[in-house]
């Protein structure tokens, strides 16, 4: 079948050469049944090429089913994919087939693939080479004939090379790689696409058609779009249902465009947390290595106070320590407390502006918990009252995962 009777048959616009390129490939690969790896930024339309291969190919009448794996719990997938039987675990209160099996004869599109576990690439990787797969279970040796489609919006080789994909389960998928082009290489198809957007949209709601002059087909042209085909297509939607004004302008246009800015256009969530867990070895290593740097600081401001008669010379020096010691003891007065440092009668006088403490020679020495333990679990709650309960951020604060903070948490009884 030739590229422009395809595009017709899927709906797909667009005359890019990478686009034109992407299509041929598909159209080759389907009758074979060789396993593809669709690799694309996410919304650039990755799902069409599977029907497009799916219908293309030999198998067209046999089933076919579409599976996200980033969307199914990591204790689930293996039953989600392979079945299980009645008792595999709580819960399991029959037999469930999976999708191996029901679609047997047929293609299954495994998209966000780069999101499956290790143990479940292990699985898929048998039933690519033999057909083979036990479900979840049981003893017994399953058959299936599945033609596998797959498909990911990131850099598989790197997540490879970081451990999170396994090689040989991606040499085996790669055999025909199809990467599908971003928008903002495919310059020429954007008005195209936007043009065919309105108008369905137009139609659909029953609104009057939409034009855009000059300079707003040039700020659709030169934006980067991001979200690729499924955001411009956001905008068509948004642009036919709320403006009155059918005639779109350039500042009309980019008050529906986000802003570019530092070389990201939406915005994005930013992973700020440990890429590995912490052990309990580590969190013990910080406390110790917390309380011995506290202990030189407090070391430092007593010898001070003691040789200089209870005036400190080194009062800024020391200020930071002071505010740290009135945080730390909650102390009544100001959240930011100005200490200096005075000559008292029979001792040292703390004046932080509001109240004043007397550190006297003759005070009662209290020995400190040297507990591990305690430490540990006073860390938590001092992290945990600082950022108000939001176990996310008290767990960036103490450099470990939000799970094993969750885990310390239940194990203390905090």
């Not at 990787?125 to 498909?151: C, D, F, H, M, P």
Request: with cysteine.
């Amino acid at each position: 079948m030739e590229i422009q009777e395809i595009k017709q048959r899927f709906g797909i616009i667009g005359n890019s050469p990478l686009l034109n390129r992407a299509i041929n490939i598909a159209n080759q690969v389907s009758p074979t049944d060789i396993s593809v790896l669709i690799t694309g930024e996410s919304g650039s339309g990755k799902e069409v090429f599977s029907h497009i291969i799916h219908q293309m190919s030999p198998r067209k009448h046999g089933p076919f089913i579409a599976v996200n794996c980033g969307a199914i719990p990591e204790g689930t997938i293996d039953s989600e994919l392979f079945g299980h039987e009645k008792g595999a675990y709580t819960g399991a209160v029959g037999e469930r087939k999976g999708y191996f099996e029901t679609v047997n004869g047929g293609t299954i599109f495994l998209d966000e693939i780069a999101e499956m576990p290790l143990g479940t690439q292990a699985r898929l990787l048998r039933v690519l080479e033999s057909g083979q797969y036990i479900k979840v279970g049981s003893s017994k040796v399953e058959k299936t004939n599945v033609r596998v489609i797959a498909a990911t919006n990131v850099d598989v080789y790197e997540a490879v090379r970081n451990g999170k994909f396994r090689e040989d389960l991606y040499y085996r998928l790669n055999t025909v790689p199809l990467r599908i082009p971003p928008l903002r290489d495919r310059k020429e198809d954007i008005y195209l696409l936007f043009r065919k957007f309105t108008s369905d949209f137009t139609d659909k709601y029953r609104t009057p058609p939409i034009q855009l002059d000059d300079e707003a087909q040039q700020v659709i042209i030169n934006y980067s779009w991001p979200g690729n085909v499924r955001q411009l297509k956001n905008m068509a939607e948004q642009l036919a249902v709320l403006e009155r004004d059918r005639i779109i302008t350039a500042q009309t246009l980019l008050t529906y465009i986000p802003q570019e800015t530092g070389g990201r256009n939406l915005p994005m969530r930013i992973e700020n947390q440990p890429k590995e867990d912490f052990s309990e070895r580590d969190i013990l290593y910080k406390v110790l290595f917390d309380m011995k740097r506290d202990m030189v600081e407090l070391k430092k401001l007593v010898a001070d106070i003691i040789e200089h008669g209870g005036v400190s010379v080194n009062a800024a020096a020391h200020s930071q320590t002071l505010k740290q010691l009135y945080r730390d003891v909650d102390l009544p007065g100001s959240t930011d407390p100005q200490f200096t440092l005075q000559q008292p009668v029979n001792g040292t006088v703390i004046n932080n502006g509001n109240d004043t403490y007397n550190l006297t020679h003759d005070a009662e020495e209290v020995e400190e918990s040297l507990s591990l333990i305690e430490k540990e679990s006073d860390l938590i709650r001092k992290a945990l009252k600082k950022h108000k309960g939001k176990r996310k951020l008290a767990a960036n604060e103490l450099g470990i995962s939000e799970r094993t903070l969750y885990r310390k948490i239940k194990e203390l009884n905090l």
